[in-house]
């Protein structure tokens, strides 16, 4: 037959003549609309793919932790103060009846301003302090070699003292109250266990609003506390 034509049996109008031609653009226009549709069908699973993993990747919004600020400890009691104090690991005692000019080395030695003073059983009997040397010594033309502690020591009737327990505001108005400087750090058996001054007290309640004050900065600045803490 002729190359040009090609014979199609088509079930409802018999056999049809179509040429080369006809038939490639036929074909042509099948091949395409298939290929079209697979392309449809694949851009539709790709999209509803991308919708699925879109989904299963976004995480339901978390309601915001609730900012807590970092809690500004309690007061800070005597027996811290104590420990960051000079008189901790030393021994601040000093017997009665030795001279004051033993007591004037030892706070040469230490750089201190008082001394607990205790009698021949080891017992607390008052406090010695460079006030009494000079006030009772020195402006009297006393020899300080020739005079004995106990002779112008604070005797322990008359002294006031602190626990390790009392907060350092109620060690403060103890001194302010009585215009001391030093404090004896007294057990629950009124054994002498420490030596307070108002120099170690000011320390620590400087320390103490020195951290309060980081608190709040850090509070204001979001770092800190229990959320967003670097």
């Known amino acids: 037959g002729d190359p040009q034509l090609v014979i199609v049996r088509n079930p409802l109008n018999g056999n049809k003549k179509l040429s080369t031609r006809e038939m490639l653009s036929r074909v042509s ?3 395409l609309r298939r290929a079209i549709m697979a392309r449809g069908s694949n851009i539709v699973a ?3 793919l ?3 993993s879109l989904l299963t990747s976004v995480q339901p919004v978390q309601k915001p932790q609730q900012r807590m600020m970092g809690t500004l400890r309690d007061s800070p009691a005597a ?3 104590w420990k960051q104090s000079c008189y901790f690991e030393m021994d601040f005692t000093v017997p009665e009846e030795s001279t004051v000019y033993e007591a004037v080395q030892k706070f040469a030695a230490f750089n201190i301003g008082a001394l607990v003073t205790v009698d ?3 017992k607390l009997s008052g406090v010695v302090s460079e006030r009494d040397y000079v006030n009772k010594i020195a402006l009297l033309g006393k020899n300080s070699k020739d005079t004995k502690i ?5 005797k322990s009737a008359n002294l006031v003292t602190a626990t390790p327990a009392d907060s350092v505001e ?3 108005q103890k001194m302010m109250g009585k215009d001391i400087r030093h404090l004896p750090l007294l057990d629950d058996n009124g054994k002498v266990i420490g030596m307070l001054s ?3 007290l000011v320390k620590e309640m400087v320390r103490e609003k020195e951290e309060a004050i980081k608190v709040l900065e850090n509070f204001a600045l979001g770092k800190g506390g229990h959320f967003g803490g670097e």
């Not at 106990?150 to 604070?154: A, D, G, L, M």
């Open 50 to 52: 991308s919708s699925s």
């Open 120 to 122: 021949e059983s080891g």
């Open 29 to 31: 226009t099948n091949v």
């Open 198 to 200: 108002i120099k170690d």
């Open 79 to 81: 027996e811290s103060s």
């Open 150 to 154: 106990k002779e112008i020591s604070t």
């Open 170 to 172: 109620a060690c403060m």
């Open 46 to 48: 790709a999209a509803a």
